[in-house]
């Protein structure tokens, strides 16, 4: 499989997986609520996470811990940010495609569970996806 047709399982996973926690819990708890349960179904898919991963920021070659956190990484190539907001602006999916940047990886979901039905609070975010009409801020 290649690249592009790996990173949209992935994120059709996560997504689906992501529907299914919102389905059982519906809205209103905490981000950590959410991200606890998603890694659960995540890892029940046999797909392997990691939370609150450590993001340093590359200033003039120099390594700085500036505290920031990724919520999730899934099989080391995409971030999945997770938001419990009244509604998702653009200053998150600027954050997470600085994520992107800074981490290395072509593909984010923001995932805002603070919505009556989860598709309104996904947004797929692309950095410099090759060959794809998708653009950085695409929504699913």
Do not use: W
């Amino acid at each position: 499989m290649d690249q592009k047709n790996r990173l949209n399982a992935i994120t059709e996973q996560v997504i689906g997986a992501a529907i299914e926690v919102h389905r059982v819990l519906g809205p209103g708890l905490l981000e950590s609520a959410y991200r606890t349960c998603l890694v659960f179904e995540l890892r029940e898919r046999r797909l392997r996470v990691e939370e609150e991963r450590s993001l340093p920021v590359v200033y003039k070659s120099v390594k700085l811990d500036c505290g920031y956190r990724l919520d999730l990484v899934v099989e080391n190539l995409v971030i999945v940010e997770i938001k419990a907001v009244e509604r998702l602006n653009s200053v998150h999916e600027a954050q997470l495609l600085s994520y992107l940047r800074l981490y290395g990886c072509r593909v984010g979901l923001l995932i805002n569970f603070h919505v009556s039905m989860l598709k309104q609070g996904i947004r797929r975010i692309v950095n410099d996806f090759p060959d794809s009409a998708i653009s950085a801020n695409s929504a699913v």
